[in-house]
Structure formats: C-alpha cells, structure tokens
C-alpha cells in the first residue's frame, strides 16, 4: 500500500497530475473570462509555465502525449461532424480554391525564404515550407461556441484545411520516400491504393455500420457515445496504415457520421462536452509543454530568424485568404475569419518537422523555431477567430427573420411513455434556435375520481421528458392541466402559453369521420389556427435518409406556408436528409423559388404528382429509412382535398415500416364558397 507522495518536481503521481490539470483548465477558464482573453491562449500558455522548459512541475509524458493526441483528433472529428454537407458542396470549387492558394503560396514562399534567405538544402527547405503551408483548426471550437459553424467562410476554411494538409502530408511521403530510396513506380502506386482503400471503407463503409448499430442501440445513449469514439480512433489507425496522419482519419470519421448525428442531439452534445472540456485542453496543454522559450535568448541571429519565420508565416496565410475574399466576394470579417482560423500550426507541422529531423534533413534549433511558431500562431489565431467569429456573430443576429422566423413555441402532449424521446428530439429539431424559447411537454388529466392517481402517473411521465430534454441542453417547461377532456386542455395550454405548433403522436383510431388519429385531433383541427404535427416515429430519426413530402395543390396560398417550409427544411438539415418534394406543378415551382430565397439550405429534387391517389403507389420505390410528411389542409382552406381525408388510413396501412408526419399548416379558415372561387381562379389542373 502506498503511504506517502513522492512531491518533488516533476510530479509522478497520476492523480496528483490529473488533479493538477482539471486545476489549470478551471482556472484558466474563470481568469480569462474575466480579462477576455481567448481560453485556448490561456491553456497553451500554463503548458509553457508547468511544462519541462518552465518551471518543469509537469513532464510531456506518455500520459500527456495520449490525452493531446485524442484532443487534436477530437478537433479534426468535430470540425468534420459539424460541417455544413449542402453547403460544402455547393462551394466545393471554392474550398479546393482556397485549399491550392493556402498551400501554393505558402509553402513556396517559405521554402523560397528557408532555401536562400538562411542557406537550408533544397529538401530541408521544402520540409520546413511545409511548416508554412500546414495549418491546425485549433480556434474551432471558438466558432461552433459561436454557432458559427456553417457560415460559408467556415466551411471553405475546413476543405481548403484538408487540401493543404493533404498536400503537406503527400509532400512528406515524397520526401521521406527519395530519402529511403522508395522512389519506384510501384511505391507510389501502392500508396495511391492504400489511401484510396482508406477513404472508401471510412466514407462509404463506416455509415453502414454506424446506422446498423444506432438502430440496435437506439435506447443505449452511453454505448451510442462509445462507439462514436471507437470509430473516430479505428479512421484515425486506418489513416496511419494507409501512409498519412491520423487526424485526416478522424476528420473523414466526421464526415462520415455528419448526417447521422443530428446537432441538436444529445448524443452531439455529449460529444462536444467531453471533447472541448477534457479531450481538448489536454492537447492545448501539451502543445504548450513544448515550447522552449530559451531559444529567443540565443543571440540576434536566432531572434531575428524567429521574428521573420513567424511574421511570414502569418502573411501568407492572410495573402491566401485576402486572393479568397477578392474572388469571391467575402467580406472583411469573413476574410478575417478565414486567415484565423488558418493561421494556427500544431499537429500536421509538429508531425512532419519531427519526422524530418529524426531522419537528419532539419537540425534542433529548426525543431524548437518550428515549436516556437506553433505557439506564436496559436496565439494569433485565437485572437484573431475571437475578434472575427464575435464581429460575424453579432452581424448575423442583426438581420431581420422573415414573417416565418418568429419564435416557435412548441407544445408536446404526453400521453404514450414510449413515445416521449422522439417527440421530444424531433420538437428540439424544429426549434428555432435564433429564439431561446423552451419545449412545453403538456400533461392533460381528465377531472374525475382518479385525477390523483394519473397526476402521479402523468408527472412521472415529464419528468422523463425533462431528464431526456437536458441531455441535449435544451430548456423544457412542463405544463400541466386538469380539465373535462383532453381536447379542451390541449386547447387552453395554446391560448394561455401563445403556442405557435403543437407536436402530437400517433394513435391510430378511426373516428365517425372515418379519419385515422382520434377525436383530439378533430377538435384540435376546427378549434385552432396553429400549425399541428402529428408524427409516427417507426425508426431512429438519424437513420432517415430521404424526407418525402406530399404537397397538395394551392399549399403555396396558405397562410402557414412558409412555417411548414421552414419546418420541413430544418428537419433536413438536422438529420441530413434530401428532400423530395412531390406535387402539382405549379406548387413545385413556387417551393422551388422559396427554397433558392431562404435558409438553410437543403439539397432537394421535384417530382410531379398529378393525383393524390397516386400516393399509394409510392411504397415500392421507398425503403425503411425513408420519411413520408404529407402536408394536408383543413377543411374549407384553399389547400383542403377530399381525398386528403384518406390519406391517414392508406398510411397506416401500406406505410408501417416508415416513419411519417402529417402537417397541418397555421391557416386562416375560409369560406368554402372562398375556397370554391380561388380554386377557379388558379385551376385545380395546374
């Protein structure tokens, strides 16, 4: 049994070391916060205080090097898991623009500056180039905190980060190789096999996988985070094994879990709290622990050669990002984002000056230059994301919603325990999240001689739905009603909380009316003007792969368009989804317009629907992970159909397997003498 600490400097106990730690990243978040000083700064300088080369209280041991390893993959994974897939591809040319400029211009520079400025050989050169050109997203988790994180500027800044770090890499192999003699054909052909079987198992085999367990572990949010983990480690191995650095691995693991981790999530919050409050100071830490600042003290020579390697290596990266903005039409504080978050080296440039130096091509004071400018740029870079992400932040807030943009306020009825979560997760997924609005779970209990007991019964209820709710650090106010009947609770919780969409779950009965859902819904529909979901969740929502949406004739005239649109949209967006609009096509075009005009954006097709009777015929061409929403009109609006009121039976027959909603827009009820006009007017054959 251990009976005393051995204290002497550097300490040895891990818990002592782990308790240390926890100390400095708490603290170091209390006193900047306060001096409004980026965090990232503060953690890298404590590694420069307790680090070997300061005053030497901690060493950069194996246990340090492992935690600072998983925190720069962690980085690379969430900037891949959080990255805007519609919008990258549409600005896909841009990414790769910006990618060769941040590299060509960069590393030439540098090696130009290396090769006849301080007399390096022409390989050395290069190698210490790619310290120019080779940049770490360490200011990342600066924008997502600012919910930043699918603004254009961010989105090229991450694919021109995986070109340039591509190209650094391959540029590593091609010099390591003509060391190590391997300069055949067949080398490189081996080589241009491995990544390629790399990228193929990550991309297309992983999200196979990751569905199938999801499904099965749909209820196990612990195990859903486990294998989250292993998967980013097994790309991150798989990218070594393949020739190049792991945290290539781990961002393409983030892009390809990217649509099947929703962002508003508790699984997605669960990741982002481990990482960028454990996993990710650990590595600010360790990066700190290796600078050496002595090597400033060396005489004027080396103090000059520093100044100018950092002062050049900062300038072209703002180069490549001023040539971005001129070409594009950025702004000066996207532009000043984008040379940000650039601007930091760590991981890649420490990966492959070391590796040039334990091969002799750079010599000690390269690697301490080369540590030094990991340590200046992080610095600049978090300053300089900081002032930028906050300018952009406050500039996006500032701009005016359109009428669809007020803030939601979403009512959720419980009655079915087994159905709270998705109700739950789904309502979160519709939020506007420009309003901190709260979900409001709604419990109804009829007056009668055993209100008390269902209370009981009801409050147990929302109180899983609060437990289920602060996992993905929403807010939920429970709302509780005794009334007659359900109907009637339903409809004064609207009116006393000013409720903009009730969220309702499937019971499948069939009323006088011959409509599936129940007589709640009737009332619901004739006595309220909200928009009402009601929703069968038959698979995990981050499984669906395709949301396909009904739209009947005139739906485009309805005074809830845009609110069911934007619903629609933002449920694609969350569960990374296509869209298939399907309708008249008149309608279509309209849906096309407004889809082009507002955001998010979604990838989307259009498919014509002359007849809703058509509409059960779809069943052969959909699979399992296929949502159906059917957007339906009440009766006497412009938008309402006779063959609407067939809709619910045919899905809860030939649609079991799917997961649905049915959409009731916000409407203003008309006249059907009105309804009668309009549809003369417009044609009900369009």
Request: hydrophobic share 50%; glycine share 6%; with cysteine.
């Amino acid at each position: 049994m251990k009976l005393a600490l051995k204290l002497t400097l550097p300490f040895e106990d891990p818990v002592l070391i782990f308790t240390l730690v926890l100390f400095i990243i708490l603290v170091s978040t209390i006193i900047l916060k306060r001096v409004k000083i980026p965090g990232i700064v503060g953690l890298i300088i404590a590694g420069v205080i307790v680090g070997p080369n300061g005053f030497g209280i901690m060493e950069r041991d194996a246990s340090m090097i492992l935690f600072g390893t998983v925190g720069i993959l962690y980085i690379m994974f969430l900037a891949g898991l959080e990255m805007d897939m519609v919008g990258f591809k549409k600005t896909k040319t841009r990414s790769i623009t910006y990618g060769a400029l941040t590299f060509f211009i960069p590393i030439t520079i540098g090696a130009l500056t290396f090769l006849y400025l301080f007399d390096y050989e022409l390989k050395s050169a290069i190698l210490l180039g790619c310290m120019f050109a080779s940049h770490t997203l360490l200011a990342y988790p600066i924008i997502s905190k600012l919910g930043l994180a699918k603004n254009e500027a961010v989105t090229v800044t991450i694919g021109g980060t995986i070109i340039t770090d591509t190209a650094v890499l391959i540029v590593l192999a091609i010099i390591v190789g003509s060391m190590e003699g391997n300069v055949s054909m067949v080398y490189w052909m081996i080589l241009a096999l491995k990544l390629a079987v790399f990228v193929a198992v990550v991309l297309f085999v992983f999200p196979v996988i990751a569905k199938f367990i999801f499904k099965q572990l749909e209820s196990e949010k612990g195990a859903q985070f486990i294998f989250v983990l292993a998967m980013v480690f097994a790309a991150s191995f798989l990218a070594e094994l393949a020739g190049v650095e792991a945290i290539l691995g781990a961002f393409l693991a983030g892009l390809a879990l990217n649509q099947l981790i929703p962002h508003t999530s508790a699984l997605m919050n669960r990741l982002e709290f481990v990482g960028n409050n454990i996993f990710v100071p650990f590595f600010l830490l360790s990066v700190g622990m290796l600078v050496d600042v002595s090597v400033l003290f060396e005489g004027w020579v080396a103090l000059a050669t520093i100044v100018t390697v950092i002062a050049l290596a900062i300038l072209t990266k703002w180069i490549a990002a001023y040539i971005t903005q001129k070409l594009y039409g950025y702004s000066i504080t996207q532009r000043n984002l984008i040379f940000g978050l650039s601007t930091a080296r760590a991981a890649a440039t420490l990966a492959v000056i070391l590796v040039g130096f334990e091969l002799g091509i750079i010599e000690e004071f390269a690697l301490n230059l080369t540590v030094v400018l990991i340590l200046a740029t992080s610095l600049a870079s978090s300053f300089i994301t900081e002032k930028a992400g906050r300018a952009l932040a406050i500039i996006e807030s500032r701009r005016k919603p359109d009428l669809s943009e007020k803030p939601d306020r979403i009512l959720v009825p419980i009655a079915n325990p087994a159905t709270i979560e998705n109700l739950i997760d789904l309502s979160i997924m519709l939020k506007n999240p420009d309003y901190h609005e709260p979900i409001y779970p709604l419990a109804v209990v009829i007056d009668n001689e055993h209100a008390e007991e269902e209370i009981f019964k009801k409050n147990k209820m929302l109180q899983e739905a609060i437990k289920h709710a602060s996992a993905t650090d929403n807010d939920v106010q429970l709302v509780s009603k005794i009334d007659m009947n359900i109907s009637s609770g339903i409809l004064r919780a609207i009116k006393e909380l000013m409720i903009t969409e009730v969220v309702l779950g499937w019971n499948a009965k069939i009323t006088t009316r011959d409509r599936v859902f129940g007589t709640v819904l009737d009332n619901l529909l004739e006595k309220t003007e909200q928009m009402i979901l009601v929703c069968k969740i038959a698979e995990p929502l981050n499984t669906t792969r395709r949301i396909i949406v009904i739209v009947p004739l005139n739906a485009e005239l309805e005074r809830g368009y845009l609110r069911w649109i934007r619903a629609v949209k933002k449920l694609s967006s969350q569960l990374g989804a296509k869209i298939i609009f399907r309708g008249r096509r008149r309608t279509l075009n309209k849906i096309r317009q407004t889809l082009a005009t507002t955001k998010p954006a979604v990838e989307a097709e259009f498919e014509p629907l002359s007849n809703f009777s058509e509409f059960g015929d779809m069943k052969t061409s959909l699979t399992k992970d296929d949502m159906i929403v059917v957007v339906s009109g009440r009766r006497g609006t412009v938008s309402y159909n006779n063959t609407m009121d067939y809709v619910p039976r045919v899905l809860s027959r030939d649609y079991k397997e799917n997961s649905f909603i049915i959409v009731y827009p916000e409407q203003n009820p008309m006249a059907e003498q009105d309804n009668m006009y309009i549809n003369i007017a417009y044609g009900r054959d369009a």
